[in-house]
């Protein structure tokens, strides 16, 4: 679920929120809008000044970063928000990324949508989450927490970690949950002078879709949730239920290159499996060659190798505008590890100031009030890990709701948006909206699609019978038809299948 994003000095006007106790009741600050951007992004940017804590307004506020590619057409669709998800993910990083190449978009829904990324709270431009860096490098190993050293030795870490980053970045890590980021939102679609909210929100942004659509029902234009979490599922539940879909996916990935001579794995006389089992076996230890451009941890766990497996496995093909290598390059990094270098899989080092670790932050700042944790002594840490070693012995359970899961306990904000069921009556009121899912997602399972689907009686479910996580920027014949209910308003027929 975690994204990518970018942290450059960015100049605009910030324009402040008066609270009040109705839209409409007065009027709301229009963006001043000025392109290019001071980070060099070809897109328009401006800022919004939005409250830290939305119950008190007045206790402080912060700059919130708001970025628009417009659309040539005059009789456009409107705005179209979006979110990448992570959380931790960034609306600023995937302009970067078109900037840089990269096919996000389709043509189509350009030529019909002012594209509008907003980089939430915390995130990106948005006064990102700060952190020690060198005591995040210090992350003990998740498995290690089951035994009662282990577990005093994380709870030390995740104590001085959290505390850090409130030290480093202020009362704002206490409000980094969903139900603020969405009240976010909705600022913004108000200065806009959007009647609708449509939005694409793929991974965990599909938190965000489904949290502003309970909060805000008549506001609800059309909504895109592709990759969903289901936030009714917590516990040991959530943690196996993403466990087994990322096992799923891998039994894809090991059919794939026991089949087919481009993996580097492909004929060398011993099963796909027994070469990752090997690798990933309790007391492995392989050495990384890393250099000061790249730093990284010079050795490689097992552990190490499971938990950078699942995100490699978002995409079949590779994506280098999003930082994603395809299986291709994913099966020459698990040979080369096989041999003694497990460079390619090794954990990067966090550094000051550097935008891809406030991205790693800001996801426990977040994860910790949405999920918090029911985990709080070695034996319930034990417990977990003996049940992911009997259902997913691949993986052994290790994901990342298990990395939140075991991170959260003793962190230092309180538990704000604890998982629980969308609100019938309020969901009821929500317009048609497309929940997308591929049956091989290695991070949000079907399962949590078909969940959601359930909570939501005006949904649509549409499925792709592919691998990789989220479907949108693969291109396929899925993306077309998120297309063409985004543009028009044509809506697949309930639980329809396709193959791309």
Known sequence: MKGLHLLLPLASTALSWSPTGREGAHSYPKITWTHPCANGLDVECGFLSVPIDHGHPHRGSFNLAIFRLKTNRTDSAGSLFYNTGGPGGSASSWFQAMQNGGQIWSEKLLANYDIIGVDPRGMGYSNPVVCDPEIFNTKPQLLDAGDDGGFAQTLAFNKAFGKS????????????????????????????????????????????????AETYPDKVGRMILDGAVDRRSVGIGTVMTEAVTYQAT??????????????SLHGQGQSVRSIFSNLTARGTVLPASCSAAAPCRPQVTGEDIILTFQPALVAQDPLPSLGLPGRVLLSEALAQAALGNATLLSTPLARANRSADTARYSYYAVACQDYGTALKTAADVRRVLDVGASLTPWNKGLCEFLDIAVTCIGWPTKLTNPPRALDPARVAKVPPMLIVNAFFDPETSAAWASGLREQIPNAVSLWRNGTGHTSYFLHGDTSRAMDDFLIDGTMPADNTILQS
């Open 165 to 212: 980053c409130l030290d480093r970045t202020g009362a704002l890590v206490g409000f980094m949950d969903s139900v603020s980021t969405i009240k976010d939102f909705e600022l913004v679609r108000q200065a806009l002078g959007s009647d609708k909210f449509h939005y694409y929100g793929m991974s965990y942004g599909t938190v965000l879709g489904q949290t502003y």
């Open 250 to 263: 891998m039994q894809v990935f090991f059919d794939w290159c026991e089949t087919d001579p481009s993996c």
